[in-house]
Every structure is written in C-alpha cells, then in structure tokens.
C-alpha cells in the first residue's frame, strides 16, 4: 500500500547549461567546492545532477586546482574513536 503512494525523485538538471556556461575555471574555489565532499572527494554526477560535459570541466577544474595547491586533495579526518579514556 505504501509503494502505491511513492513520488519519484525530482529529476536533476544540469546548472551549468542552465546558466549557459561554457567554461569552468580552476581558481573559483568557491564553486568548486560544492562539488566536493567534506572529505575532498569529488561527487559522482547522480549527486551534482550535472550533464557529461560540464562534470568533465568540473573534474578537470578541481584536478587543476589540487595541482596548484588551492584545493586539498584529501581532508584529516577527526575523530575521537581511537582516543582511550582514562575510566576513574
């Protein structure tokens, strides 16, 4: 009964030909950002919803960007699991 009543996803389009860009550039670390995890990682296009093309320059931008050192290429991760605790 619950299947019945499921909604599609929205499907994601494509910001960049939405915008009409043709080109991304490396140093806009700001936007590329948003097509990175928190971790450094660059996100997959079914997350981003961009088109082929456009995740293509995405990727190249970010690679740029890593090799000119304005953007990481991998985040530490901190974290308190392997820290012990003095149990008095």
């Not at 994601?12 to 097509?35: A, S």
């Amino acid at each position: 009964m619950a299947n019945d009543y499921q909604r599609q996803p929205r499907r994601k389009y494509c910001q960049f030909c939405k915008d009409g860009v043709d080109h991304i550039d490396y140093k806009d670390t700001q936007l590329l950002r948003k097509y990175m995890t928190d971790r450094g990682k660059i996100k997959p296009r079914r997350v981003t919803g961009a088109c082929r093309q456009h995740q293509n320059m995405v990727q190249n931008a970010i690679k740029r960007a890593r090799t000119m050192a304005l953007m990481p290429y991998t985040v530490a991760v901190v974290s308190n699991r392997g820290v012990r605790r003095n149990r008095d």
